[in-house]
């Protein structure tokens, strides 16, 4: 059997925990998923909680870092910003962000993870609504309302809401953008 890095094994307890919750992120079942023995997980990782606080690292920064790195490279105007940042949620597994909300009720840690990518995700929404000219305030009000919109459509479990979502955020930019 084949011996896999460190990022497998991340990637497949994230995979696990998008389709399982937290149940399904166990080093039996993934090993199994993997067609590898157990000893290759206790070659990267000491042991769950190891694999867990990676998993907890690398989604902060896919589903935060890395999608604002993106939308932020490509420069442009706060419209085609806005309209890249509502394209990259199709790239993105929103389930592993449900599942994540919910291994976060129960744990302190995971907790804190969603409250920083909370934060940094709407400050990031509110400074690209500021760059077309809204207030602070006015912004900052705007990012929260569609960003915990977001939040809830993700939650709701709906297997078709991101085509609404994205057209509701077309159909809606200019007026998140426009001041007064």
Not at 23 to 37: D, G, H, P, Y
Not at 83 to 99: K, P
Request: aromatic share 6%; net charge neutral; glycine share 8%.
């Amino acid at each position: 059997m084949e011996r896999l890095d460190r990022q497998s094994w991340v990637d497949a307890g994230l995979a696990a925990l998008a389709q399982g919750g937290l149940a399904a992120v166990r080093v039996e079942l993934l090993a199994k998923r993997l067609s590898v023995t157990k000893g290759s997980f206790y070659w990267h990782f000491p042991g769950r909680e190891a694999l867990l606080a990676a998993m907890l690292e690398v989604w902060e920064q896919r589903q935060t870092g890395a999608v604002i790195a993106a939308v932020e490279a490509a420069g442009g105007p706060p419209e085609e910003r806005l309209a890249r940042l509502s394209a990259a949620l199709s790239g993105l597994d929103l389930r592993l962000e449900a599942a994540m909300r919910g291994w976060g009720a129960a744990d302190a840690q995971v907790r804190a993870a969603l409250g920083r990518a909370d934060a940094r995700r709407c400050a990031y929404l509110q400074g690209l609504i500021e760059s077309a000219g809204v207030p602070p305030e006015p912004a900052r009000a705007r990012a929260r309302l569609v960003y915990f919109a977001l939040i809830g459509e993700i939650a709701s479990g709906a297997e078709d809401w991101l085509a609404p979502h994205q057209a509701a955020m077309a159909l809606n930019a200019p007026m998140l953008l426009r001041w007064p």
